[in-house]
């Protein structure tokens, strides 16, 4: 795993994951630093690999049953079985891509997995709340492909949400390892 740039003087880091298995390390470090009540985006094209880090961050945090993507029935809700002394006691993984706008994601209550309080919820496919998503603080993760084999992460702290949490509990050069 490289890191293109660091956060110590911005509000994004860039990762590039060069495998599998450095992409779990990258979804794991994000986990590590979650707390009830937070939201993760994961914006990327078809084929990015956003359910496979989606998936990534479910078993570090202790889902102990397989993940699949949710594409079929917008969201799978996962107990944690053995929550961590963060206090997630369950998470939401929602796939919005069938979602026509934010009337359809009203319609099925998309806001009581925007409010969780003792959950997580990971949203891929966020744009298709338009302009709904930024009423809600939440850490945006884009995966591009940087080649058929690589993946660039683009982790944005626009929001103070998740900065100082991974500020605190991360040095860049550990998430670089």
């Known amino acids: 795993m490289k890191t293109i740039s ?9 990762l590039l994951s060069d495998s599998e298995e450095e992409t779990v390390k990258i979804a794991q470090g994000i ?30 945090l202790g889902v102990g049953v397989p ?8 969201v799978h809700e996962y107990p944690i079985e053995n929550p961590r002394l963060s ?10 891509y069938r979602i026509d706008g934010i009337e359809s994601a009203l319609a099925f209550g998309i806001d009581e997995y925007l409010s969780p309080l003792d959950a997580v919820t990971i949203i891929e496919w966020p744009e298709r709340l338009g302009a709904y998503s930024t009423n809600h603080p939440a850490l945006l993760i884009e995966i591009r492909h940087a080649s058929e084999t690589s993946r660039e992460f683009l982790v944005n702290f626009k929001k103070e949400f998740f900065a100082k949490s991974l500020r605190d509990k991360y040095d ?6």
């Open 6 to 14: 660091d956060f110590s003087n911005s509000s994004e880091i860039r």
């Open 87 to 96: 206090g997630i006691r369950m998470l939401f993984h929602l796939d919005l």
């Open 31 to 60: 986990a590590d630093s979650l707390h009830p009540g937070q939201i993760i985006f994961l914006k990327g094209e078809l084929g990015a690999g956003k359910t496979f880090f989606a998936r990534a961050m479910a078993e570090r």
């Open 67 to 74: 993940v699949q993507s949710p594409s079929f029935s917008i």
């Open 172 to 177: 860049l050069g550990a998430l670089a390892k």
